[in-house]
């Protein structure tokens, strides 16, 4: 979550049950927010304990697909209620059903029926047509959630408005989109549609456990990072430490590493894969810093003013431009460079756009964001980010420097769009907050390479089975439901 704070200290492995104020200490942002994550924690596990990964109380089961009349006439809603969803139907193809369902302990909830995304859908039928599959007109259909960060620019109603302007804490908002995937092999040879007998309709339930260890690869398939401080420089005086040694910051920072462009890690010699490849973003603020983005086209963006100048935006720096649906979708948005800035306006470096930018042309709630990385000379940008190449280290800024291991053979990693790393800096300890290798601790003088590789901090996503959607004549689709449903304790 890009918001404005301290450092993130939850850390599950230690197994807190609590935070405990006391009496005439300074109150941090890190305390009240480890209180909750504990909480949450406690909670979403003993519900997965309790149902599994994924279900929904039997009398209020949401995500269903409705593909027929006569699935919406059976739901018995009122003739206005009925007519209005069958004539929705009709031009959506697929409605979703309103309802509750777990996954991994976290709620979504549905108040009322939904479209399932048209090209989520579609290009997962086109890649089960062309893939040689048994059912090649059928996909599996599942149900993605997370937490995504809200803050005024996303809703104003959180902010106080008698404070005149200044924002006060954040929201996390749990986010849920219907999607579709094609069958993978082991997958396509357990289905046959229609299932009609008892043996058809169990084969399809164990599509369960195919779909856990789909779940499973996608978080374990990406990429790690390791993060530490410049390694020190042999001195002549041999009383002497070399500055680069040491964290030279003189504020506390909260470093925040962010994969912008999906892919794997370059080469680092072919040019031509060098366009696929994944790429990183960086801020010294966890990204926090960003305005609404109210008008303007071309190279002059009119947004919101910044809290303060040195939380701001100033000529040289990169920024991002995205809106609510690239969010959604974890697309990243187009970095571009600052020429000018003034109060409420930003003047685009239009060398550093491929065409010309308009506020029309983006959807609701749109936004610019500040990132810190920069040219030098030994780093070249790609279209604003930093290219990826394994166990390469990467220098931020003031001694902080990154790198991502390669896996071992034979195993790959994918990198997200929007998956990130923080890392604390503290001016006291002139060093950052980094985990280190349980060998380091025999060592009187641990190296960088010692700093434990770590995978993404987040954005967590978590998947739960749905069904499968089958193409049939006419047009039409079929759904065969693989939802799971619980009783109440008190039935």
Known sequence: MKNDITRDTFDRVKQFSRVLMQQGRVQLDADWNEQVSILLHYLRVLTTDMIGPGAGPEDACGFELFDSDADIKALKLGADKEEEL???????????????????????????????????????????AASGLTNKQAVLIYLDVWERHVTPIEDDGIREKALGGPDTATRARITWVVRARELRKEEDAMVKLPATTKAELAKLRDLHSKFDAWREAQWTSRGLLRAGIEEQVESGDPCVN?????????????????????????DGETKAAMSNAATFKWSRDNGSVAAAWLDGEGEILKVTASRDEARGFAPGQWIELSDDRQD???????????????????????????????????GNKAKVRRWDQEETEVITLDEGAITIQYDKWFALEDGVQIQFPAPAAPATYKFHSGDYWLIPARVVSRDIEWAWEE???KTTTPTIAQRRALPPHGIKHHYALLGLLAAAAGGAFEFTDLRRKIRAVSE
Do not use: C
Not at 100 to 113: K, M
Not at 249 to 256: A, K, T
Not at 331 to 336: A, E, F, M
């Open 439 to 441: 060998a380091s601790e």
């Open 242 to 266: 070399s500055p680069e040694s040491v964290y030279r910051g003189m504020e506390n920072q909260l470093y925040r590493v962010e994969i912008h462009r999906r892919g794997p890690a370059w």
């Open 328 to 362: 959604l979708e974890s697309v990243p948005g187009t970095l571009v460079q600052l020429k000018e800035t003034e109060a409420g306006s930003l003047t685009i470096d239009q060398a550093t756009t491929k065409g010309i930018f308009a506020r029309k042309n983006f």
């Open 86 to 128: 069958i004539a929705r139907l009709k031009e959506e193809k697929v409605l979703i059903a309103p309802g509750r369902y777990y996954v991994n302990g976290i709620l979504a909830e549905i108040d009322d029926f939904a479209s399932i995304p048209q090209p989520s859908t579609q290009l997962a039928f086109e890649a089960a």
